[in-house]
């Protein structure tokens, strides 16, 4: 039994090594890309943002950023709207849309930014209806799954002891330090080190030394504002209808607006749940709506019986988890908003006056 204990032993201190060694590695890395995410300054623009890893830039952007007072999350649908559009000063507001941006990647940012005591007062949520599809695969949060599983096990786990999550937490940086799902991950990072790779996100720290430039001279080029928000290149936003309207069509035929078979995830309803609980227990207003489909994938939409059972449920569900305190709204049909076919850049994103139509609907009280 001994020797059995002895190698056990030994074998967990190696695994132990091995991840505290490149937690190391990646905690100075990370702080580097921070440190030039720090520089990213208001009146300023980022050129090279299609080129970069958006979940590691956001998360890095509110870890620095001053605490600002109204967050939005979202999908890239709501990456346009911007301070200018809910009326906030610089500063005082910060948009951190992802493309595929799902619940998952909303517990991250959060999570960052309660870490840095950066709690905002109100909180706006675009909620995809496809984020509830358990039949469209969503894999793009799972670089943050020890992430997200940390914070569900703190959150659901601290009952009401108020001291609690501390510990919770703690007890789970000693769990990652034995976790072999954390070694796989540490044994490719230090395989980077010794093949002497680029660590990951180093492009970030590139592209914030040489590709930002005053806001002003965007000069018709795609860009994302030091707010989060973001800016289309112009050539983009000057498709003709026609464009357009193909590109609405070939979203229906191809992914039916993602909405296929739709099938009730209700593991990611529960993790809504649980983000939506921590953000009210610290004072956040939740404030959260269903966005708008170009006119031609809602006519699609409207006509599938699956699909609105869908709607109809995420709905139902978003106005029972988000409080009494929050607002939520389904504008999913563009005609509540309203928007027309000539409101849509594509398929399924919407110009500046249509997202500052779906603003004005009472997204942010003042």
């Not at 610089?90 to 941006?101: K, R, V």
């Not at 269903?290 to 019986?305: F, N, Q, T």
């Not at 607002?327 to 850049?345: K, W």
Request: glycine residues 8%; proline residues 4%.
């Amino acid at each position: 039994m001994r020797p059995f204990v002895v190698v056990v032993a030994l074998l967990l201190g190696l695994v132990a090594m091995v991840n505290g060694l490149a937690v190391w590695d990646r905690a100075r890395h990370e702080a580097r890309i921070e440190l030039a995410a720090a520089g990213f300054a208001p009146g300023q623009a980022l050129l090279g943002y299609r080129d970069t890893d958006e979940r590691r830039f956001q998360k890095a952007r509110l870890a620095v950023i001053p605490r600002p007072r109204v967050v939005v999350f979202g999908s890239s649908r709501v990456m346009t709207i911007s301070a200018a559009m809910v009326g906030a000063a610089p500063g005082e507001f910060y948009n951190a849309g992802l493309s595929g941006g799902t619940v998952e990647d909303f517990i991250v940012m959060w999570s960052t930014l309660k870490a840095g005591d950066k709690i905002p007062e109100v909180a706006i949520f675009g909620i995809d209806n496809w984020e509830f599809n358990a039949s469209h695969p969503q894999v793009r949060w799972l670089v943050w799954a020890d992430d997200v599983a940390r914070f569900l096990e703190t959150t659901e786990g601290a009952g009401g002891w108020r001291h609690a999550d501390a510990v919770l937490y703690r007890w789970y940086q000693l769990k990652d330090l034995l976790s072999f799902s954390v070694l796989r991950r540490s044994l490719g990072d230090l395989r980077r080190l010794r093949l002497d790779r680029e660590p990951r996100g180093a492009e970030l720290v590139r592209s914030l030394a040489d590709q930002v430039v005053d806001e002003r001279r965007i000069d018709g080029r795609r860009a994302l504002r030091a707010d989060g928000s973001l800016v289309y290149e112009t050539d983009y936003e000057a498709r003709g209808p026609d464009e357009v309207r193909a590109d609405a069509l070939d979203f229906v035929r191809q992914h039916h607006a993602n909405l296929r078979a739709f099938a009730w995830d209700a593991e990611r309803a529960r993790r809504l749940d649980s983000l939506w609980r921590d953000m009210r227990a610290h004072g956040v207003r939740i404030i959260a709506y269903l966005p708008p489909y170009h006119p031609l994938v809602w006519d699609s939409v409207r006509h599938d019986a699956g699909a609105m059972a869908g709607l109809a449920r995420t709905r139902t569900v978003l106005a029972a988890l988000a409080g009494p305190r929050a607002g939520v709204y389904d504008l999913s049909d563009p005609a509540s908003v309203p928007c027309a076919e000539s409101d849509f850049i594509d398929g399924t994103h919407t110009r500046a006056g249509c997202t500052a139509r779906v603003v004005a609907r009472g997204l942010v009280a003042p």
